[in-house]
């Protein structure tokens, strides 16, 4: 079993549709970050969370510590939103050692 | 203010080949973590470079090696190349004391074995 599982693998959606992508990882950790892959490769941090909630523009990042999971949220989607996003952890503040999951494919149909 | 840089982008290679991969650390940033990704999956930590030293290392063999320059940049080395290490190389770099920050990733050295 993987350290950090996301789901769904894919998703589509018409566009303004809300949508959620989840991860959830076994391991204790000091922090989550959400990233943004599009095709190409290159990868974009989109959120840090160590607590709490963090919002930027139509992008909402939660996470639970005692459940061990975090969600991303996208409001309004737009086909531009369209990319895969990865959720990876660092399993210490002495290791900045970070386990990825396998990412959620989003496409975003006009 | 230049990001992370990755050379080359693009790179094909035969079975038992050596290929070496480069990577420019973010202005201001001193440590240079690299990592695998296969087609579909998640990055895979290979290896993390400070103070010119090799201070973390993942499930990776041997012929994964590494060096960083005194400028900060880092190389990524692999030996005798197998058909699966076919992947998406990245880089990414932090300073070193300031985990809990944003992390930067370059673009990515595509290999190809053939």
């Known amino acids: 079993k993987n350290e950090v599982e996301q789901s769904p693998q894919n998703l589509t959606a018409q566009e303004g549709e809300f949508i959620t992508i989840n991860c959830s990882y076994s391991?204790?950790?000091?922090?989550l970050h959400w990233l943004q892959q599009h095709p190409g490769g290159g990868i974009v941090s989109l959120f840090m969370?160590?607590?709490g909630k963090k919002k930027h523009g139509r992008l909402i990042a939660t996470i639970n510590i005692q459940e061990k999971h975090s969600s991303l949220h996208i409001t309004a989607s737009h086909p531009r939103d369209s990319a895969v996003y990865i959720c990876?952890?660092?399993?210490?503040?002495?290791?900045?050692?970070?386990?990825f999951g396998t990412g959620t494919r989003l496409q975003v149909f006009p | 203010d230049a990001g992370v840089t990755q050379s080359p982008t693009h790179l094909i290679k035969t079975r038992g080949q050596q290929v070496t991969l480069r990577c420019s650390p973010k202005?201001?940033?001193?440590?240079v973590s690299w990592y695998q990704q296969a087609l579909g999956q998640g990055p895979q930590f290979i290896f993390q470079?400070?103070?010119?030293?090799?201070?973390q290392r993942g499930n990776f063999p041997d012929r994964f090696s590494g060096h960083q320059f005194p400028n900060y940049s880092s190389e990524l080395n692999v030996n005798a190349l197998l058909l699966g290490d076919s992947a998406l190389y990245l880089c990414?770099?932090?300073?070193?004391?300031?985990?809990?920050?944003?992390?930067?990733f370059g673009s990515g050295t595509q290999l190809s074995v053939l």
């Open positions: 202005s201001g940033h001193d440590t």
């Open positions: 470079y400070y103070e010119e030293e090799e201070r």
């Open positions: 990414a770099s932090s300073f070193r004391f300031r985990t809990n920050e944003k992390l930067f």
């Open positions: 990876a952890v660092l399993v210490s503040y002495n290791t900045d050692k970070l386990i």
């Open positions: 391991v204790g950790i000091s922090a």
């Open positions: 969370l160590s607590s």
